[in-house]
């Protein structure tokens, strides 16, 4: 299994701000994910990491509003852009282990947006 | 195109009662599916997962999902309740069998009264 370490893992934050959320992987992932959730609901992916290149991002979701990195096979980091309150939600980072037969989950990172 | 139903935002059970999740989903390729349980403050854990194996799938801590085709179901069930098994449970379908790049649905929340 992979252990999946992510910081803050939770923040309050000024509107107009932007947070950087850090995932890192104790051990080579081939797949990096960043997913959020809303307030009573479910999981959306936002992106796919990809190492050395740009993310690839899911429909309703945009590079300068989460611009994400991925500089090598364990690290990778989102930012929120530009906060508002409608970005509060718990934003987690998943990854596909090295052998590809799960996906595994950070604990998240709960943010408010004041 | 994917998705997923969880029938039931909550659902109450006594301990020692059974628990019954439902899931059903809609796919355009055969589907992989899964239950995810997250507690609270804590990421999501893998419990059981159907990849075109056998039709009725055993996981950890004493739940099972059965892969009802003709119904497009994938529901959860545990025998009998324990108060540990109080969480947000996702039913959730992807397109390989290793379950990156999710489609979740809206979550379940379980809830064991003694």
């Known amino acids: 299994s992979a252990v999946i370490s992510q910081k803050p893992s939770r923040d309050i934050c000024q509107r107009g701000t932007s947070l950087t959320i850090q995932c890192q992987v104790d051990?080579?992932?081939?797949?990096m994910f960043w997913y959020r959730q809303q307030p009573g609901q479910s999981l959306t992916l936002i992106a796919t990491a990809n190492q050395g290149s740009e993310a690839t991002y899911e429909s309703g979701f945009v590079i300068d509003k989460f611009p994400i990195s991925r500089p090598n096979l364990t690290f990778s980091t989102l930012t929120v852009s530009n906060m508002s309150p409608e970005d509060s939600s718990i934003y987690l980072c998943s990854v596909l282990g090295i052998f590809g037969t799960e996906a595994f989950f950070g604990q998240g990172t709960r943010l408010t947006v004041v | 195109a994917q998705s997923v139903t969880q029938l039931g935002s909550h659902v109450s059970v006594s301990e020692g009662a059974l628990v019954l999740l439902r899931c059903n989903y809609s796919?355009?390729?055969?589907?992989?599916l899964f239950w995810y349980v997250q507690y609270p403050n804590q990421g999501l854990q893998l419990l059981l997962k159907y990849t075109s194996a056998a039709t009725l799938v055993k996981g950890i801590n004493g739940f099972e999902a059965e892969f009802k085709k003709s119904e497009t179901s994938f529901h959860l069930t545990k025998p009998s309740a324990h108060m540990s098994d109080a969480a947000e449970y996702f039913c959730?379908?992807?397109?390989?069998?290793?379950?990156?790049?999710?489609?979740f649905g809206g979550g379940t929340r379980l809830m064991v009264k003694p």
């Open positions: 051990s080579q992932v081939t797949m």
């Open positions: 959730a379908v992807s397109q390989n069998n290793a379950g990156n790049m999710l489609t």
């Open positions: 796919s355009s390729v055969p589907p992989y």
